[in-house]
């Protein structure tokens, strides 16, 4: 039996357009294996004039994207502007309240608005689906509340940015400083001219919250999480951790204990030896760990027009069929409890220390001297001259809490030997 699905698409950048060629491109089999027809019965997008890769004259062009969603017809909207405010927003709300089905890839919005969202979504008995907002192509979100569906997961790791991965491996290959590899990843349009949310770390943690609400069922307040990203790392960094055998990768890590949850993003380092450390480019990955050490990896393109349509086409399809419906988060809105959100990370592990220190007598004692003093030992130690006045001191702890850490740094910090604030990265286990 032929089922028609209508949807209106806001936004035709590079997601946008692409999912229209794959619905273009791909007209035969939606036939034959789902016996589905898209018809698409609006596009917008803020500037008409623009060339597109697709014959926008085959659509009705609205101006007014409002508009767009509230004709008749319309059984889905799918929003691929971005943004946690303004139109795309506007866009999201309307749609559900106009009892229509949302597909998203707008991690920004989820992770600031989710829960209204899913709220509303029940209350208008709409489905929300958002593949495309975490991973790209990778379809960690459905697996997440399929196929962990009543298997109690404990932890998530995952390289959850295109951008910043492709920067840190482009330091380590090229031996370039982070602004030339900076600029090389947006003349291969891996990152925008405006790239800091990837670069400070946030859009991990928009992604790692996403990903920890399914997988622990429990309400995250974004404000409650502390985020770093790599846009203080140096190809002094690269080396050093090269050098003790260590990757460095910037990973959301969400893991829960004993009710609390552990929400972390930051560079971490990673033995060259784990799976985590070959992920290179613009490759993402996610590791579940369930049950009793039962890990799961996935890996794939994590942003870009192709992949990322690929998950937006899935969730129109699977919306299109009456059984898919369901909750947002995998249960209901009133199932999700409120917990509260710790920044430290669990248990002991190593850390990497770099400080570029001035070139005196008495230097690296006074450095040794203060780690001494909160008790965390030095598993080792060498230095680099930078200049004529100033060199590096490169140290790798043995096993000590990042609280600990965390003081010592401070104290480190305030150090009249050392010209800036030191680097401080964890090295993980996984």
């Known amino acids: ?39 698409i019965v609006g596009i917008f997008a803020k500037n008409k004039s623009k060339k597109r890769n697709f014959n926008k004259n085959k659509y009705a062009w609205f101006d007014n994207p409002l508009k767009m969603i509230k004709q008749n017809n319309v059984d889905t909207v799918v929003e691929l502007i971005g943004g946690e405010k303004g139109i795309a ?60 569906k ?22 380590y290959e090229k031996k370039n400083e982070f602004s030339k590899s900076l600029d090389e990843a947006k003349r291969l349009g891996y990152a925008e001219q405006n790239s800091n949310d990837d670069l400070n770390g946030l859009d991990t943690l928009h992604k790692i919250l996403i990903l920890s609400t399914i997988a622990f069922n429990k309400k995250i307040n974004l404000k ?14 690269i080396f050093f951790a090269d050098k003790l055998g260590f990757r460095i990768k910037l990973l959301g890590i969400g893991s829960i204990d004993k009710k609390k949850i552990r929400i972390n993003v930051a560079p971490y380092l990673i033995s060259k030896k784990k799976e985590l450390s070959n992920v290179n480019h613009n490759l993402n990955s996610v590791i579940i760990e ?13 942003a870009g027009g192709d992949p990322t349509s690929m998950s937006v086409l899935a969730d129109i399809t699977n919306l299109s069929f009456e059984n898919y419906k369901n909750f947002m988060y995998g249960v209901s809105c009133k199932d999700l409890k409120k917990t509260n959100i710790s920044n430290d990370s669990l248990g002991e592990s190593l850390f990497f220390l770099r400080a570029k220190v001035y070139d005196k007598p008495g230097a690296i004692a006074a450095i040794t001297t203060i780690l001494k003093n909160f008790k965390i030992s030095i598993k080792s130690l060498f230095q680099e001259q930078s200049n004529k006045k100033l060199f590096n001191v490169v140290i790798l702890t043995h096993k000590c809490k990042k609280k600990i850490m965390d003081t010592a740094t401070v104290k480190l910090n305030n150090c009249s030997y050392i010209k800036e604030k030191a680097i401080i990265m964890q090295v993980l286990h996984v």
Do not use: W
């Not at 791909?26 to 016996?35: E, Q």
């Not at 790791?157 to 482009?170: A, D, E, K, R």
């Not at 846009?231 to 960094?237: E, F, I, V």
């Open 1 to 39: 039996m032929l089922q028609n699905i209508n949807i209106v698409i806001a936004g035709l950048g590079t997601v946008g357009s692409s999912t229209i060629k794959l619905i273009e491109t791909n007209k035969k089999i939606f036939l034959s294996k789902l016996g589905l027809k898209i018809n």
């Open 224 to 237: 409650d999480i502390n985020y770093s990203g790599i846009n203080y790392l140096t190809k002094a960094d």
């Open 89 to 148: 927003k506007d866009i999201c709300f309307q749609a559900i309240k106009n009892k229509k089905n949302l597909v998203t890839a707008n991690k920004a919005l989820i992770a600031h608005q989710g829960y209204n969202l899913a709220r509303l979504a029940e209350e208008n008995g709409v489905s929300i689906g958002f593949e495309a907002s975490v991973a790209g192509g990778i379809p960690i979100i459905s697996t997440l509340k399929k196929s962990f």
């Open 290 to 302: 369930a049950n009793k050490n039962n890990k799961t990896i996935l890996i794939g393109e994590g």
């Open 150 to 171: 009543g298997i109690k997961i404990n932890k998530i790791t995952g390289i959850l940015n295109g951008t910043s991965n492709f920067i840190l491996t482009n330091m």
